[in-house]
């Protein structure tokens, strides 16, 4: 799929703007703090109705203005969809085709995009909490089904741990509400495992082509395996009681995929632990890249690639090998802060923008360099 145009009316620093992109490859470019990252912002929240910036929606809004209002032009398998996201009033429209959709679960897998910005280093070095939100976003835009199922076992998550902060011990409801949560469970276990092990399928030779490496894997860490209990329910149900008692001092739920976890490995070597900066940015890019033959399989559609300030960020990437990714039957929309970092083959390729204080500039003098260094 790729994304034809977009317009943006009051969207952080644009106060409009309307762009038409190329299939494949697209160079947004331009000083710092023109609103490069804001552009690609917009194109995700189109896709995901929510930022990937931990901001609210206020905060898109342009200062001083009442909305934002975001429209796309979406091409799938020969099919034009239109697709608006609008806000006002504290509230947030999700338009298809002319028709409002209520539910983001209904919204959100018709446009698939993968992102990867310099704050995704977190992915590796943050928290468990980061790391469980990339599986969440990622899997909700592949399977609408998971987006519920999420939601159904949070709603469960927070009943039992209400119900345990109360003080109240009725086994009975007990072991039924802990039942519903291990259902939960193990459909989010079998899911997350599945992708991971497809992840695995092609991240090692994707880092050995940038970096020359082998032995590259991400390693799933569940908070329990429910496949050593052959997915029984009653004896999954056994271990979960034996943490009862403990349960009541701690005041939350103790097992459970809402304290899952993955890794990076390279070889033996906990990249977490070992890896340098440049190789934690690339392991992150390659989970990325990843997921394209992921979404090519799981949904026969490849997924649009936003690179946010890729060049700028690694410093040991190999340039024309990670270009060679991007250079294929896939929309990729790029910023960076010069054209420098881009060969003169894949500028011949691409449509550049130039992006100046929320303004797009037609760059006739940087086409007419290429056109004449080409
Ligand atoms: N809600 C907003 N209204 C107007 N301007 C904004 C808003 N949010 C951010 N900006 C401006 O956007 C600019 C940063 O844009 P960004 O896309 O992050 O820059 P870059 O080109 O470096 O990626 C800053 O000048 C900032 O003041
Ligand atoms: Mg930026």
């Known amino acids: ?90 509230k947030k429209h999700m338009v298809v085709d002319s028709n409002e959709i209520n539910k983001v679960s209904s919204y959100i897998s018709r446009m698939n995009t993968i992102l990867f910005t310099p704050d995704d280093l977190d992915i590796i070095k943050g928290p468990p909490l980061v790391r469980r939100k990339f599986l969440n976003t990622e899997l909700s835009q592949l399977y609408s089904n998971y987006y519920i199922l999420l939601s159904e076992y949070d709603k469960i998550l927070k009943m039992r741990n209400d119900y345990i902060k109360s003080g109240k011990m009725d086994i009975n409801y007990y072991d039924i509400i802990t039942s519903f949560l291990i259902e939960k469970d193990i459909l989010i276990f079998k899911i997350r ?20 490496l082998d032995g590259f894997k991400i390693v799933y860490k569940p908070n329990l395996d429910y496949s050593e209990y052959n997915y029984d329910k009653n004896k999954i149900l056994d271990i979960f009681k034996d943490k009862y008692d403990s349960e009541y001092k701690i005041l939350s739920t103790f097992y459970g995929v809402h304290k899952d976890d993955f890794e990076f490995y390279l070889g033996d070597i906990n990249l977490k632990l070992y890896g340098s900066q440049g190789q934690m940015r690339i392991s992150v890019l390659t989970l990325k890249l990843s997921e394209i033959e992921i979404f090519k399989k799981w949904k026969e559609t490849t997924p649009i690639l936003l690179l946010d300030d890729v060049f700028s960020e690694i410093d040991e990437i190999k340039n024309n090998n990670l270009l060679s990714y991007l250079n294929r039957d896939i929309q990729v929309i790029i910023t960076a802060v010069s054209l420098n970092s881009f060969s003169k083959e894949i500028l011949a390729k691409s449509k550049v923008f130039r992006i100046d204080a929320g303004k797009l500039k037609i760059d006739r003098l940087s086409k007419e360099k290429i056109d004449r260094e080409v």
Request: net charge positive; charged share 25%; glycine share 4%.
């Open 1 to 90: 799929m790729y994304l034809k145009r977009i317009s943006l009316r009051n969207f952080r620093n644009y106060s409009s703007l309307k762009i038409s992109f190329n299939k494949g490859i697209n160079i947004i470019y331009g000083n710092n703090a023109q609103g490069k990252t804001n552009l690609l912002e917009s194109i995700y929240v189109l896709a995901l109705t929510n930022t990937f910036r931990n901001v609210n929606d206020t905060n898109l809004i342009m200062y001083n203005k009442e909305f934002f209002k975001i429209d796309g032009v979406l091409k799938d398998s020969k099919l034009d969809t239109d697709l608006n996201i609008y806000y006002n009033n504290m």
């Open 193 to 212: 495992r599945k992708f991971i092990e497809r992840i695995n399928n092609f991240c090692s030779k994707i880092f050995k082509d940038i970096t020359g």
